[in-house]
């Protein structure tokens, strides 16, 4: 390695693809590859996995939603990378807005009246004022 009057590194970078053919460059320190193909092939080692297993990938990541007879709500974030507006799909990231009715949105799609939301706000908020106020009835007096 030969170094220049200001102590940077001259050696030309040689970019090679990740082994694993996904389109990203390896390095030699993650043996030639990628840092997410590299992630994995550690977490089937932690976990005792053979590399010539024939367990896939998808079976191994956690945010892979259980197999279940019940069809989950289109609205519904399945675990499948970035949380998205329901409306628009827009990523949100960690500033998306949770709503009553159970779904993510967007800045735009937040308020209820512009997604269409099904959650009864007047039966909550008529129920929660019901609790707070009961109804206080004297008890009946005895007649002289």
Do not use: W
């Amino acid at each position: 390695m030969e170094k220049n009057e200001t102590g940077c590194q001259t050696d030309p970078v040689v970019l090679t693809l990740c082994v694993n053919d996904c389109g990203f460059f390896g390095t030699p320190a993650t043996m030639n590859m990628c840092s997410k193909c590299f992630a994995v092939s550690v977490r089937n080692i932690f976990n005792g996995i053979l590399p010539d297993s024939p367990v896939s990938e998808v079976a191994l990541s956690p945010s892979a939603p259980a197999e279940s007879s019940e069809k989950p709500n289109p609205g519904e974030d399945q675990g499948q990378g970035p949380p998205r507006c329901t409306m628009c799909k827009k990523r949100v990231g960690l500033t998306g807005f949770n709503c009553r009715c159970g779904n993510v949105f967007c800045n735009v799609h937040r308020y209820s009246d512009k997604h269409e939301c099904k959650f009864d706000y007047r039966a909550t908020a008529k129920d929660a004022i019901a609790k707070a106020n009961p109804v206080v009835k004297p008890e009946k007096l005895d007649k002289i």
